[in-house]
């Protein structure tokens, strides 16, 4: 954890004074378990020493655990364990030995936030057994930034049905949480900012402040099982609750297996927690050997039309995906330093979409030659991504699947959206085992045609993209779509996503409106209502803000989502030609949640820097520092024009800068700034 650096004004709540007073009265939470000690050691400490997580067996033989920081109890888990058919994997244990371990290694990814990531952790292996026999390791890692355990079971059982998971999460004390409400189908939900006491029910991450202490619980590694979600049992307790399959079952799983790690990050400043890399650490390295294929990339695409209601995904007067809109979109993309573009509705079977749900995911519509505008692409250097939209039919996907990537792999096809806009079928819902798997047989089956994956209603990011790096980016949450046929996502949502859904992992948000009032869509006569009242809906940011959410909302596939025709000619659109998806180092620098963010990012020797405010006016001193010493940037700044009330009104200034700089950021209610920070000279000095 890093000391904290930033007073947090404008967290004024009422609790946090409440759990300020009430702290110095908190009681050891484990002493309330009756727990008994366990020798050999069961604890096990972060390397900075500050965050110590202890594992007990209680007087039936049930294990539980407790994370405390800085010697204050933070957190328990009073009751650990799985329930299954006919195994007993709940109770009854007893101690076997422990086997304590320590790592530390820095390791390199293809792409991400970072391109190197220290793993430096401690561990313990809690290996027991119980009175019917039955062998169960509880295996916990403690970091400076967090803590993980996981069940791991290795039995001479064939199979084994899974009906709960008895993991509890006890509070020490009331907080602020924010979350979005548990859910089997859907991530696509608002946030809530809540007292932790007051939540009933939650998905993960559930990002939390108690006290001077920010956290966030999530899962890492989801392989083979369901999602966790959070049930309230008490005030301050919850359960983790899994998404069951039609017949209540949880999972059905081999002899041998280990769950999902279930995770705790912890921080001092809300920035850290973004900061961390807890979950990337709790997944496996790549089990693809050569990555020279996987590329971030920037992107355009046939999309936002639809959205708008200005185009339509079928065959018709309206198509979007004609073979002469191809070819613009991939010119534009060439003259402006974009790698790549997406088409939907590109392929026949839209006509189907909330009916029977069956797409045709090889062949094109009539006015969509898909051959010829592959080879147009190859000629211009221009990824062409494909689009498969399943509608939830998940056996007709799976069935033709495979024949579509082997055709998108010989038309030099290497990037793939999926979407699964739609109920699945016989009662399975897309976060449980059934779903997690079929994800994950697309991931796997895209690797084998070296394609990489965009993924929107996918299962929750748990970190699989250290270990399968063609799972680049995913929706998850509410993106930019809502901003067309809904109520919109307000500033203050963006600025809360980067602390609850983006802690998971990359997302494809699709970013970067200029036309903020749609005032070319409004000018359509024959603009039609696809999902609902459209009339009333605009962007809910400045237009300085949807250029700070590029650097701002990390994805190693970035979209420039607005329509073309938006772009051409307009000055700001500098800043994504300028702009690289493919970073090698990032640091939030300063933010609360729900109130305001600051991110730098770097890529090669230029920086790139996004910043954002809620629905508050806000001025923020940044240091520069993040700069190389000793090298004088062009700093290009894309700022709001705060004496102005419309949300198109922006600036752009250039200075030259260096690392002993700070930099002013003015930003105008619901607003934002970029800024690209380009050498002029290395080492000038
Ligand atoms: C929902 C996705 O999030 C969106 O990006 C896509 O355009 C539609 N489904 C249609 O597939
Ligand atoms: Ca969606």
Redesign the pocket.
Known sequence: MIPNKNDGKTLTKNIYQTMKKSFALLTTIAASIALIACSPDTTVTSPDGRIRTSVALNEEGVPALTIAVDGQPLLEAPQLGLEADGVNLASGFSLDKVDAAQHDETWTQPWGENREIRDCHHEIAVRMHNTEGVSLVLRVRAFDDGVGFRYEYDTPVDSLRLTDEHTMFRFAQDGLSWSIDGNYDTYELPYREQPISAVARANTPFTFRIGNLYGSIHEAALYDYPEMHLLREDSLTFKAELAPLPDGVKARLAGRFTTPWRSVQIADRAVDLINSSLILNLNEPSKIADTSWIRPQKYVGV?WG??LGTQV?TMGPRHGATTENAIRHIDFAAANNIQGVLF?GWNRGWENWGGNQQFDYVEPYADFDLERIAAYAREKGIELWM?N?TGGNIPDYEANMERAMKRYAELGIHTLKT?Y?GGFRDGYSHHSQYGVQHYQRVVELAAKYHIMLDA??PIKETGIRRTWPNMMTR?GAR?M?WNAWSEGNSSEYLCTLPFVRLLSGPMDY?PGIFDIYYDRAKADPGRIQWNGDNTHCSIKTTLARQIANWVIIYSPLQMAADLIENYEGHPAFRFFRDFDADCDWSEALQGEIGAYIVVARRAGERFFLGAGTNADARTLDQPLDFLQPGVTYTARIYADDVNSPLRTAYRIEERRVTAADSLRIEMAADGGCAVSFEPVNKHNE
Do not use: D, P
Request: glycine content about 14%.
């Open positions: 999309w639809m959205h995904w939907e689009h939209e979407g806009a929107h209603e929706e993106g779509e699709t």
